[in-house]
């Protein structure tokens, strides 16, 4: 059957070949530390999952350590220039646009097909993996047509993904770590802490009084952790299940789905969604470091506005 762990292999031997590309390039004079860093962001994907909670943790204070002492430095991966992209971009025109479609495309479609395929009686994905193994394969496909038609070498898709992960940086791993934060958070019973200290502020004594604490607190919440996905579990177990679930018999499918877009209109405004919001202005060289931001807090506040309206009218339908 394939799952997760697959996926997590693939990744996890992207991540290998970004760490020894990276030792490789005496250009970075801090190639080690690079290496060091994706290499051990490979181990937590391929054997994250076998070596424990402590060597995990120890995992993650010497991803920590590298980064904060500034460990991590800008390599010279093999690419191609300037002028021969520019020259590639003018032959292919908008079939450049093609691999960038097949992945979503081929998601959608395997994320609706695979939990039903068979092989010998048994599932051949996971149901609950199937969006993953999607995802996954669609980018393989988008390869797999990428390389013939821009006439590039089997490398080029590990030399740029090392050029994008040296200039993400740590970045690049800070959704997986928020999402992180927000079980541990769940786990110590944060949740119910919020939700104590938001009952005694804000009376929620009506369902729209709860939806509102609770888009507005997805959003708030977000705001300061970084990612929706962080702060979900702790503002469901504060508000979302024991009030506008089990008190006023609200939907549960609809106040989940809609309680994540709600977080991320907190995603949009803040700066601690570094990897959406710092650093697109740092690979565009845009001066103004909150450029990003800017355009976007117009459109976070409406849809703020439009997300709540959905919850009340739709979570509470009999």
């Not at 994250?48 to 995992?59: D, S, V």
């Given at each position: 059957m394939i799952g997760t762990g697959q996926v997590y292999a693939l990744v996890g031997a992207m991540f290998a070949a970004v760490a020894l590309l990276s030792a490789r390039d005496r250009e970075n004079p801090r190639r080690w530390g690079n290496?060091?860093?994706?290499?051990?962001?490979?181990v937590s994907f391929l054997a994250?999952?076998?070596?424990?909670?402590?060597?995990?943790?120890?995992?993650v204070i010497a991803l920590a350590l590298i980064a904060g002492l500034g460990g991590l430095g800008q390599g010279a991966p093999a690419t191609t220039s300037p002028a021969e992209r520019e020259a590639s971009a003018q032959r292919l025109g908008d079939r450049l646009f093609l691999p960038t479609l097949i992945v979503p495309a081929v998601s959608v479609i395997g994320s609706l097909t695979l939990k039903s395929l068979t092989l010998g009686g048994h599932a051949l994905v996971a149901a609950k993996d199937a969006t993953v193994v999607s995802l996954a394969l669609g980018v393989i496909a988008?390869?797999?047509?990428?390389?013939?038609?821009?006439?590039?070498p089997l490398a080029a898709p590990l030399q740029e993904g090392r050029k994008l992960m040296d200039t993400v940086g740590?970045?690049?791993?800070?959704?997986?770590?928020?999402?992180?934060?927000?079980t541990v958070f769940a786990a110590a019973g944060v949740g119910q802490v919020v939700g104590g200290l938001i009952g005694r502020a804000v009376p929620l004594d009506t369902p729209f009084a709860a939806v509102c604490a609770y888009t507005i607190g997805m959003?708030?919440?977000?705001?300061?952790?970084g990612n929706a996905f962080a702060a979900f579990p702790v503002m469901t177990a504060a508000i979302g299940l024991p009030l506008i679930v089990h008190r006023f018999h609200g939907d549960p499918a609809v106040m989940g789905a809609i309680g994540m877009l709600s977080g991320f209109c907190g995603t949009l405004v803040t700066p601690m969604a570094a990897?959406?919001?710092?650093?697109?202005?740092?690979l565009l060289e845009i001066p103004d470091r909150w450029a990003v931001i800017r355009v976007q807090a117009p459109t976070a506040l409406v849809l703020l506005i439009v997300n709540t309206a959905l919850m009340y009218f739709l979570a509470f339908r009999a």
């Open positions: 290496a060091a860093f994706w290499g051990l962001v490979a994250g999952g076998r070596i424990g909670g402590f060597a995990n943790g120890l995992l988008a390869l797999a047509v990428a390389l013939p038609m821009l006439k590039a740590w970045a690049a791993l800070l959704p997986q770590a928020l999402a992180a934060l927000g959003a708030l919440f977000t705001v300061v952790m990897n959406f919001n710092l650093v697109p202005v740092a």
